[in-house]
């Protein structure tokens, strides 16, 4: 699991997804060659959803690997 923190001038979130850190560093690495436009994740908090990013919509995007264990 990873935690995300995506932010712009108008808003400033944090989200916690079941992917991990590899997993998003791969897909920006695909993102950065130009074989996809987004990525999709699995939301666990603050509710359980599909969503997609695109990091082109946010100043800045932070990932942590979740130390939390359930």
Not at 8 to 14: A, C, I, L, S
Not at 30 to 40: A, E, K, L, P, T
Not at 49 to 63: V, Y
């Amino acid at each position: 699991m990873a935690k995300i923190v995506l932010k712009n001038p108008y808003f400033d979130e944090t989200i916690k997804v079941k992917e991990s850190c590899k997993y998003i560093l791969n897909r920006i690495e695909d993102i950065n060659c130009g074989r996809i436009c987004c990525i999709q994740l699995h939301l666990i908090e603050p509710e359980e959803r599909c969503i997609t990013i695109n990091p082109k919509n946010f100043a800045k995007i932070d990932f942590y690997e979740d130390e939390e264990v359930e």
